[in-house]
């Protein structure tokens, strides 16, 4: 009995340490394909232990170039803070970056594919296809000058441990300019965005969404506005633009006759030699469209810088739409003179001329008005 013992140990030990082989054979396909691809939280992780980011630019045009290597040089100098929001900002021309830069670093691609040869090589297994005239996916095309594709914290296919930045489209003076107010509005945090992808067309998000577990499209999350955003009635100082069909016809006609007699008693007061830049009047149906395509969720704002007014109106808010494209008039007609107005909306007139009496346009009404 004691040698029978001797005989099956060693056998039933090299039949378990099979097994237990087999075992971690079977499953070690799944967990090494699972470890492959990184999470939203472990590319997060790298950033935060990174802190610095390496802006890869490229543009065919020298003058382009000259401007990206100015602004990033500003941003390159900015001291660095204990915050675990600031980052530091580092940046190198795309014919100058070399194998190591790609493996190393946090990468912000910048440029089209032409003007920036890395970018099409670091963004092949994206679920976009970026070419010299158009943008596919998710079986539709965007084929317009004035379109800007922005890629937030996807995973570097070089160095899948580390999160790349895509910032493209088709017209490089389009994606500069775009990136150039990233930069006013954001400072060194220019890289952050709301949604894993974002879509602009003249500078209104119309598609975003957030990527799968396996970094492909998730249809649940995409939120599609390419289409119903149609130029629907030209006034004198006003292009409209109807989102998602927010109002009829006869409504935005309506509401348009109401804009131009406001904006030209505005006129009038300013003197008749004034003129202004042809603005944009965009019209939504809810609060959270408005904010998905503009990232503002108040009922409405304007943006100087192009000369845009965003607007929801709907049965919530009858025959009260703010009127945010007074501030956005008086914005452009103040020019260096010193007027007073209300705060930075602009929502007051008043001659500085120390009687303290201005006048009363709509809802151009201020209690606490400044000087400029």
């Known amino acids: 009995m004691k040698y029978l013992f001797w005989i099956i140990a060693p056998c039933?030990?090299?039949?378990g340490a099979f097994s237990v082989l087999q075992d971690n054979t079977d499953t070690g396909t799944d967990v090494s394909e699972n470890d492959s691809i990184p999470t939203r939280r472990q590319l997060r992780r790298s950033f935060f232990q990174k802190r610095e980011i390496l802006v890869v630019y490229g543009a065919e045009n020298k003058k382009l170039t000259e401007k990206y290597q100015t602004i990033l040089?500003?941003?390159?100098?900015?001291?660095?803070?204990?915050?675990?929001?600031?980052?530091a900002v580092r940046f190198k021309e795309a014919s100058q970056t070399i194998d190591s830069d790609i493996e190393k670093n946090i990468i912000y691609l910048v440029g089209t594919p032409k003007g920036n040869p890395i970018l099409k090589r670091m963004t092949n297994n994206i679920p976009f296809q970026?070419?010299?005239d158009k943008i596919r996916f998710n079986q539709k095309e965007y084929t317009s000058d004035n379109t800007v594709l922005s890629i937030g914290s996807y995973p570097n296919m070089?160095?899948?441990?580390l999160p790349i930045n895509v910032l493209t489209g088709m017209e490089e003076s389009k994606i500069y300019d775009f990136f150039e107010n990233k930069?006013?509005?954001?400072?060194?945090?220019?890289?952050?965005?709301?949604?894993?992808?974002?879509?602009?067309?003249?500078n209104t998000r119309i598609v975003?969404?957030?990527?799968g577990s396996d970094w492909k499209l998730d249809e649940s999350t995409l939120f599609d506005f390419s289409s119903g955003n149609d130029l629907i009635h030209n006034s004198t100082h006003f292009d409209f633009i109807d989102h998602q069909n927010a109002l009829s016809p006869e409504a935005v006609l309506s509401l348009a006759t109401k804009i131009e007699e406001t904006t030209n008693s505005i006129l009038d007061f300013f003197g008749n030699n004034r003129q202004l830049p042809t603005m944009t009047y965009h019209t939504y149906k809810s609060a959270e469209e408005k904010g998905l395509m503009t990232g503002n969720t108040m009922q409405a704002h304007f943006d100087p810088i192009d000369n845009s007014v965003h607007t929801v109106i709907n049965e919530k808010y009858t025959e009260n739409f703010i009127e945010k494209e007074n501030a956005l008039a008086v914005y452009h007609l103040i020019g260096a003179e010193k007027q007073r107005l209300c705060c930075a909306d602009c929502l007051s007139i008043l001659p500085n001329n120390g009687n303290?009496?201005?006048?009363?346009?709509?809802?151009l009404?201020?209690?606490?008005?400044?000087t400029l």
């Open 356 to 363: 303290g009496k201005g006048i009363d346009i709509g809802r």
């Open 183 to 202: 930069v006013k509005e954001g400072g060194r945090s220019f890289f952050r965005q709301n949604m894993d992808y974002e879509i602009y067309r003249n």
């Open 208 to 211: 975003m969404g957030d990527f």
């Open 12 to 15: 039933l030990f090299i039949f």
């Open 158 to 161: 070089e160095n899948d441990t």
């Open 73 to 87: 040089d500003s941003l390159s100098k900015i001291p660095q803070d204990d915050s675990w929001r600031s980052v």
């Open 365 to 370: 009404v201020c209690t606490n008005p400044v």
């Open 130 to 132: 970026l070419e010299v």
